[in-house]
């Protein structure tokens, strides 16, 4: 899994490699000082989630389920 978007040095064409934590468990921990504008999850840095963008702020935890579609 990876991760593009603005801000906590991420880059929307260049993906970020999560860091695998158990079966099916992703993570991505960003600066609280920097957290993501917008980001968004992509499968083998190649396709990306289906709907809209996410964000955070500050130090919060966040678990999301990201979809992708079928081939």
Known sequence: MYVRGDGANLRW?????????????????????????????????SD????????VTGREISVYTPQFPTA
């Open 48 to 55: 990306w989630a289906l709907g809209e963008n996410h964000s």
């Open 13 to 45: 064409d260049i993906g970020t490699p999560m860091c695998c934590a158990g079966d099916d468990r992703w993570v991505f921990a960003h600066p609280a000082n920097d957290p993501p504008k917008a980001f968004k999850f992509l499968r083998n840095d």
